[in-house]
Antibody
Framework: EVQLVQSGAEVKEPGESLKISCQGF????????IGWVRQMPGRGLEWMGL????????IYSPSFQGHVTISADKSISTAYLQWNSLKASDSAIYYCARRVSGNYDYWGQGTLVTVSS | KFMLTQPHSVSESPGKTVIISCTGSGGSIASNYVQWYQQRPGSAPTTVIYEDYLRPSEVPDRFSGSIDSSSNSASLTISGLKTEDEADYYCQSYDNNNRDVFGTGTKVTVL
C-alpha cells in the first residue's frame, strides 16, 4: 500500500532552522510530484509548493517562496521542507501529499511544528 | 491570482442533501480539474471527488461533483446525509502554471 510517512513533531524557538521530512513507500517515488500543505491552528489548507523528485523540479506558491525550501533525495525516497529562520507564525501542521493529475491521492500523517520562545 | 471561495458552513438534517459551492475568481474553473477533500478533526484530508466528478472506489455514491462554467463554480453534493459526513470540505484546483490552490473550506454540520 502506498504510504507517505512524515517526521515527528518539532518544538523550536524563533530564529532557529528546521527541516522536516516525508518518506514514500510502495510506489515509484521519482514518478510523482509531492506537494506540501500548511494548516495553521483552526484554519484551512494552504498550498505551499511542489517538487518532482525525479529531477527536483520545484514550484512554489508566491506566498511561501523565499521563506521555505522544498527539496528531495530520491535515493531514499524522501522529500523535505526546510526553514532557515522560523517565526512564531510558522506554527502549524504541515502535510505532504502525492499529486496525480492535480489530485492529492495519498497524504502523510502531518507534522506539527510549534515555534515559541 | 486564481482563488476559490466556499461558504463558511452548511448544516442539514440526516437523510437530506447539502450542496457546497466553490466559486473561482482570477481564472476559469473549467480550465483545470477540480478536486474535493474531506477532513475530519485530527486527520489528514482525503479525496472524495477528483477530476471534477470522479469518485474514489471507497467513497460512497452519495457524494457527487459537478462544474458550472456559466457561474465559474464547482459543486459538491452530498445526498442522504449521515452523521459520519460531518467534517470540513475543501475544493482544490490549479492554474496553468501548475500552482495549486485550495478553497476556503466549508464546515458541514449534521443536525
Amino acid at each position: 500500500e502506498v504510504q507517505l510517512v512524515q517526521s515527528g513533531a518539532e518544538v523550536k524557538e524563533p530564529g532557529e532552522s528546521l527541516k522536516i521530512s516525508c518518506q514514500g513507500f510502495e510506489y515509484s517515488f521519482t514518478d510523482y510530484w509531492i506537494g506540501w500543505v500548511r494548516q495553521m491552528p483552526g484554519r484551512g489548507l494552504e498550498w505551499m509548493g511542489l517538487i518532482y523528485p525525479g529531477d527536483s523540479d520545484t514550484i512554489y506558491s508566491p506566498s511561501f517562496q523565499g521563506h521555505v525550501t522544498i527539496s528531495a533525495d530520491k535515493s531514499i525516497s524522501t522529500a523535505y521542507l526546510q526553514w532557515n529562520s522560523l517565526k512564531a507564525s510558522d506554527s502549524a501542521i504541515y502535510y505532504c501529499a502525492r499529486r496525480v493529475s492535480g489530485n492529492y491521492d495519498y497524504w502523510g500523517q502531518g507534522t506539527l511544528v510549534t515555534v515559541s520562545s | 491570482k486564481f482563488m476559490l471561495t466556499q461558504p463558511h458552513s452548511v448544516s442539514e438534517s440526516p437523510g437530506k442533501t447539502v450542496i457546497i459551492s466553490c466559486t473561482g475568481s482570477g481564472g476559469s474553473i473549467a480550465s483545470n480539474y477540480v478536486q474535493w477533500y474531506q477532513q475530519r478533526p485530527g486527520s489528514a484530508p482525503t479525496t472524495v471527488i477528483y477530476e471534477d466528478y470522479l469518485r474514489p472506489s471507497e467513497v460512497p455514491d452519495r457524494f457527487s461533483g459537478s462544474i458550472d462554467s456559466s457561474s465559474n463554480s464547482a459543486s459538491l453534493t452530498i445526498s442522504g446525509l449521515k452523521t459520519e459526513d460531518e467534517a470540513d470540505y475543501y475544493c482544490q484546483s490549479y492554474d496553468n502554471n501548475n500552482r495549486d490552490v485550495f478553497g476556503t473550506g466549508t464546515k458541514v454540520t449534521v443536525l
